[in-house]
C-alpha cells in the first residue's frame, strides 16, 4: 500500500510538470496553430539560466527561476517575432521546419557553451519528509504545489484579466477576434511570452530530481505533443488531464511493468488512441 | 438531378443545417443564397461528401449518394470549387489541369515502373483534356504560364477548369465571383452560363446579388440553418422572410 | 538568346545527365584519397533515402518525421538476418527493403488518417518508439552495444565490396536507379496526383483522388527508399547502433532536402552533396553543426523555401513564359490581326472549340 502510495505520488510530480510544459505548448499551439517543436529546447534553456545563475552566481532558488522565467519568456516572443510571424501565411509544413530549426540552433548552442555533460541542480529544499507513514522528498512537494498553484495562477490570469480573456477568445476563434478589434500580433506575443515562462518554471522546478543536459527537452516535448493530442490541441484544462493522466500511466506503468520501458508509455497510448480516435481524445469535432 | 432529403448537420448541439429538402434540375443554374454563417458552405460540404450529413438523404440521378467519401462522389460526376483557390503556384498553368482528369484513368504504380503503353495513353489523354478545358474557359493563351503570376480572376477560371477536366455532370461553384472586379464578374457569369449551355448543371453560393438575380434560374435561401425560400429570382426577391432574413443580418452586422 | 539561357537550357538536356553520370564515373579517379570517396559513397547512401523523403514530404506534403527510423529499421533488419541469423547479403538487403514497405504500410495505414501537424508529431513519437526498441529490446537488436562485423556487399567474387571504390560505384548505381524511379513517379501521373494531395487535402479528394490510397502508397514508397538506404549503410559501415534511428538523422535530412529543393527532382542530390561537403570542409563544425544550420533552415524556409532547384526551376519557368508571349506578340504583330482584342472575345472564340 505504501508503494502504491509512493506511485501516486510519483504519477503527480510527473503529471504536474507535464502539464505545465503541455500547458504552454497547447496555448501556443491554440493562437498560432503552430506546434512548437522548439519548446522543449526553451524548457532546456530556462533550466540551464537557472542552474548558471545558481551555481555560477548564487543566486537564490526562487530569484534563479524568476530570472529564467524572464529570460526564457524573451527569447521566445524573439522567435515569434523573428520566425513564426513571418511565417503565418506559410504552407503548414514550414513553420514545423523553422521550429526545429530553432530547437536545433539552442541545442547545439548550449551544447557548444557549456559542454554536453549532465548537471544536477542544486536546491534549497533537500529534507525528506515524512507524511503518514511515507517519506516524501521535499522538492517533490515543492514540485505538485508550485505547478499546481502556477496552473491556478495562470487559470484566474486567463479568465479575470482583460490580456487573458483576448488570449482565450482568439484561441476559440481567430477570424472572429479579428474582426471586433483585437491586436493579433501582442496577442501573439504574449502567448510566446507565457509559454516560455511556464516552461523556465516547469524546467526549473523539475531538474533538481532530473538532471541539466542539452537533449533533456527532447522527451518532454514529445510527451508534452502526446498530451496536448490527448487532451485536445489547444484546450488547456485537457493539457492539464492529459499530464496527469502520462503521469501516472509512467509511474505506475514503470512501476508495475518495465522500467525499461517506461518511456514508451506515453507513445504506445499515444498509437493506441489516434488508431482509434484520430482527432484525439477530448476533441469536440468540428475540425 | 440532385435530390436533397431533410437534410441535417449538427455540429455538437448547433445545426449548421437543418432540414433542408430541395431538388435541382439538370441544365439549370442553381443559386444558394443567405447571411454570412446561414450554413451554406456546409450544405456545399454535404453534398460533395466532404462531411457526412447527421440526418436526411441525398439522390444524386437516382442514386442514394448520402455519405459517400469525397473522392467517389467526384467519380459520379460532382466536382466542385473551393472559396479560396488551391492551385499549385509553382507550375505551369496546363500542369495544374492535368490531374484533374486523374479519376478517369487506371495506371498504378507498375505502370509508372514499366512505363505502359496504358500510362502513355492515359497521360496523352490527361493531357488533352486539359488543353480542351483551358480553352473553354478561354485561357488557352497563358497555359505556359507559372501560376503565381496570373490575376484573380485568372486563377478562378483555372479552377473551373480543373473542375470541368473531372467531366461533371454537376458542378458546384462556392463563391465563383469572390475578390473579383464587377466587370470581371460578368465575364464569369458568361462563363458559367456556357457552360450549363455545353451540358452542365450548376450550383453556386454566391454573395452578389446582381450576379444571382440575373444568372440563377432557381435560388434556394437558407437562414440558421433552414430554407426559408426557394424559387425564381423573382419569386426570391418579393419574399417577406427573405428580405427580413437580410434586413435581420444587416442589422447584426451593424451592431 | 542569352549565355545565360542557353546553360539553362543545358542543365534540362539528357546531355546533361550524362555529363552528371560521367562525373560521378570518373570522381574516384579524380579524387584526392579513398577518404573523399568515402564521403562521397557516404553521401550517395543518405541521397537514396532522402529521395524517399521527397516522395512523401515534397511530393504528398506529409511531413515525416520518422523517416531516420526508418532508415534505421532497414539497417537492422539487414545486420540482424545477417550477423545473428547467417543469411548471405543479398536475400538479406531484399529483406531489409521489405521490411520498410511491410512497416511502412502498418504505420502509414494509422498515421495517414491524421491531418499536418497530426502526422509530423505521430510520426515523431514513431521514431522515437522505434528508436527505444532499437536500444532496449536486447534479445534481437542487442542492445546500446549495437551490432558489429555486419558483412559486405557479395560481389560474387567479382568484386571486393569491402573496398572503398567498388563500393562508391555500388552506391552510385543504387543511386542513379533511385532517382531514375523518382523521376518516373514525380513525371507521371501518380507524381501529379501525390502533388494534387500536396495543395489540399481537400482539393484532391473533390478531384476525385482517393487520398487514404495514395497517401499510403506515397509512404510505403518512401520508407522502401529509407530502409533500402539503410541496409546498404549497414552493408557500408559495417557496425550500426540505436544512435542510427536517432532524430537527428531525420533533422538532416529535411536539411538536405530544404537546400536542395523540396518536391523537386534533383534537389534531394544536390542538398545532400552540398551539405556533406560544406560539414566536411568545415570539420570544426561536425559536432556543433546544428549552431549553423538550425538558422539555415529557419532562414531558408522564410526566404527561399523553394530550394536551390525549386528556385532554379521557378526562375527559368518565367524565363520561358515570358519568352513564349514575346513570340505570341510578334506573331500577332506580323500576321497584323486587329490589335486589340479583348479578353471577353477571345474567350467567345476559344469557347466553340470546346
Redesign the interface.
Known amino acids: 500500500m505504501e508503494l502504491f502510495f509512493q506511485q501516486v505520488l510519483n504519477g503527480l510530480t510527473l503529471g504536474s510538470i507535464y502539464g505545465l510544459v503541455a500547458l504552454g505548448l497547447t496555448l501556443v499551439?491554440g493562437i498560432l496553430?503552430v506546434?512548437n517543436?522548439a519548446h522543449g529546447a526553451l524548457y532546456m534553456v530556462g533550466a540551464y539560466v537557472s542552474y548558471i545563475t545558481m551555481v555560477d552566481f548564487g543566486v537564490n532558488y526562487w530569484v534563479a527561476m524568476l530570472l529564467a522565467a524572464v529570460a526564457v519568456a524573451l527569447l521566445a516572443v524573439l522567435c515569434e517575432r523573428?520566425?513564426f510571424n513571418?511565417?503565418r501565411h506559410?504552407?503548414?509544413?514550414?513553420?514545423?521546419?523553422?521550429a526545429?530549426?530553432?530547437?536545433?540552433?539552442?541545442?547545439?548552442?548550449v551544447?557548444?557553451q557549456w559542454g554536453a555533460e549532465f548537471r544536477r541542480m542544486p536546491t534549497p529544499y533537500t529534507d525528506i519528509l515524512d507524511i503518514a507513514g511515507m517519506t516524501i522528498p521535499a522538492q517533490r512537494v515543492l514540485i505538485i504545489a508550485g505547478a499546481f498553484s502556477l496552473m491556478a495562477v495562470l487559470h484566474l490570469f486567463l479568465k479575470k484579466t482583460m490580456t487573458g480573456s483576448t488570449i482565450v477568445a482568439m484561441a476559440q476563434n481567430r477570424e472572429g477576434a479579428f474582426l471586433v478589434g483585437i491586436d493579433a500580433n501582442r496577442v501573439a506575443m504574449m502567448t510566446f511570452a507565457i509559454s516560455g515562462a511556464l516552461a523556465a518554471v516547469g524546467a526549473t522546478l523539475f531538474a533538481p530530481i532530473n538532471l541539466v543536459y542539452p537533449a533533456m527537452g527532447?522527451?518532454l516535448i514529445?510527451k508534452a505533443?502526446?498530451i496536448i493530442?490527448l487532451g485536445g490541441?489547444g484546450s488547456i484544462p485537457g493539457a492539464i488531464v492529459g499530464g496527469l493522466i502520462i503521469g501516472f500511466a509512467e509511474a505506475f506503468g514503470g512501476f508495475y511493468i518495465s522500467t525499461?520501458?517506461k518511456?514508451?508509455i506515453a507513445?504506445?497510448l499515444?498509437?493506441v488512441i489516434?488508431?482509434i480516435k484520430?482527432t484525439?481524445l477530448f476533441s469536440?469535432?468540428?475540425h | 438531378m440532385l435530390k436533397i432529403h431533410n437534410l441535417t448537420k449538427r455540429f455538437g448541439g448547433l445545426a449548421a443545417v437543418n432540414n433542408v429538402s430541395i431538388e435541382f434540375e439538370a441544365n439549370k443554374i442553381n443559386a444558394i443564397i443567405g447571411p454570412n454563417g446561414a450554413g451554406k458552405s456546409t450544405f456545399f460540404n454535404l453534398v460533395a461528401g466532404a462531411m457526412a450529413p447527421t440526418e436526411g438523404r441525398i439522390e444524386y440521378q437516382g442514386m442514394d449518394i448520402t455519405g459517400m467519401a469525397c473522392d467517389r462522389i467526384a467519380r459520379l460526376g460532382i466536382a466542385r470549387t473551393f472559396q479560396t483557390t488551391m492551385l499549385f503556384d509553382q507550375s505551369t498553368v496546363l500542369d495544374n489541369l492535368i490531374v484533374g482528369h486523374r479519376l478517369r484513368t487506371q495506371s498504378r504504380l507498375w505502370d509508372v515502373i514499366i512505363n505502359s503503353k496504358r500510362l502513355r495513353d492515359e497521360e496523352k489523354k490527361c493531357r488533352a483534356r486539359a488543353q480542351e478545358v483551358l480553352d473553354f474557359v478561354g485561357l488557352s493563351h497563358i497555359g505556359h504560364r507559372i501560376t503565381a503570376d496570373i490575376s484573380q480572376e485568372e486563377k478562378k477560371r483555372v479552377a473551373f477548369a480543373l473542375a470541368l477536366a473531372t467531366d461533371p455532370e454537376l458542378v458546384l461553384l462556392d463563391e465563383p465571383a469572390g475578390g473579383i472586379n464587377p466587370e470581371e464578374t460578368e465575364n464569369l457569369a458568361a462563363l458559367i452560363r456556357k457552360m450549363v449551355d455545353h451540358g452542365v448543371t450548376v450550383c453556386l453560393i454566391e454573395h452578389k446579388m446582381d450576379m444571382i438575380m440575373s444568372l440563377a434560374d432557381k435560388i434556394m435561401v437558407i437562414d440558421h440553418g433552414e430554407k426559408i425560400a426557394e424559387g425564381t429570382p423573382d419569386e426570391v426577391k418579393n419574399n417577406p422572410l427573405v428580405i427580413e432574413a437580410y434586413l435581420g443580418s444587416d442589422e447584426d452586422a451593424a451592431a | 538568346m542569352s549565355a545565360l539561357t542557353k546553360i539553362s537550357n543545358f542543365f534540362m538536356t539528357p546531355a546533361m545527365k550524362i555529363a552528371m553520370i560521367v562525373a560521378a564515373l570518373l570522381f574516384p579517379f579524380v579524387a584526392g584519397n579513398e577518404y573523399q570517396i568515402y564521403v562521397m559513397a557516404l553521401a550517395f547512401v543518405w541521397a537514396i533515402a532522402v529521395y524517399g523523403m521527397n516522395i512523401i514530404t515534397g511530393l504528398c506534403g506529409q511531413l515525416n518525421l520518422a523517416h531516420g527510423g526508418f532508415f534505421a529499421m532497414g539497417a537492422y533488419a539487414l545486420a540482424i538476418l545477417t550477423v545473428d541469423h547467417g543469411w548471405a547479403f543479398w536475400p538479406a538487403f531484399i529483406a531489409a527493403g521489405a521490411v520498410g514497405a511491410i512497416l511502412g504500410f502498418l504505420v502509414g495505414v494509422i498515421s495517414l488518417r491524421l491531418k499536418e501537424h497530426y502526422f509530423a508529431i505521430f510520426t515523431l513519437c514513431v521514431g522515437f518508439i522505434i528508436y527505444l526498441l532499437l536500444d532496449k529490446w536486447e534479445e534481437l537488436t542487442h542492445g546500446a552495444l549495437g551490432i558489429i562485423n555486419i558483412p559486405a556487399p557479395s560481389g560474387f567474387g567479382l568484386v571486393d565490396f569491402t573496398e572503398t571504390t567498388p563500393f562508391y560505384y555500388l552506391a552510385l548505381a543504387f543511386m542513379v536507379l533511385s532517382i531514375w524511379l523518382a523521376s518516373r513517379i514525380a513525371h507521371s501521373l501518380l507524381g501529379r496526383t501525390f502533388l494534387a494531395i500536396r495543395i489540399s487535402d481537400d482539393l484532391a479528394a473533390s478531384l476525385g483522388i482517393n487520398l487514404m490510397r495514395n497517401k499510403v502508397l506515397a509512404f510505403v514508397l518512401s520508407t522502401t527508399y529509407a530502409s533500402v538506404a539503410g541496409a546498404l549503410y549497414a552493408g557500408m559501415v559495417r557496425f550500426i547502433g540505436p544512435a542510427e534511428a536517432e532524430v537527428t538523422h531525420t533533422f538532416d535530412m529535411i536539411t538536405y532536402l530544404l537546400v536542395g529543393g523540396i518536391g523537386t527532382l534533383m534537389g534531394p542530390l544536390l542538398g545532400t552533396l552540398v551539405i556533406t561537403w560544406l560539414t566536411q570542409s568545415l570539420q570544426f563544425l561536425e559536432e556543433y553543426r546544428m549552431i549553423v544550420f538550425g538558422p539555415m533552415l529557419v532562414v531558408l524556409v522564410i526566404f527561399f523555401p523553394k530550394g536551390v532547384v525549386g528556385s532554379f526551376l521557378s526562375w527559368r519557368g518565367r524565363r520561358l513564359a515570358a519568352a513564349h508571349d514575346a513570340s505570341q506578340a510578334k506573331e500577332k504583330a506580323a500576321s497584323n490581326t486587329s490589335s486589340s482584342k479583348s479578353s471577353a472575345a477571345s474567350t467567345q472564340e476559344a469557347g466553340n472549340h470546346a
Do not use: C, N, R
Open positions: 499551439y496553430h506546434p517543436f523573428l520566425v513571418p511565417l506559410a504552407p503548414p509544413i514550414h513553420d514545423k521546419i523553422a526545429i530549426g530553432i530547437m536545433l540552433f539552442l541545442e547545439a548552442l551544447q557548444m527532447h522527451l514529445m505533443f502526446v493530442i490541441m525499461d520501458y518511456d514508451i507513445f504506445a499515444l498509437v489516434l488508431s484520430p484525439g469536440k469535432g468540428v
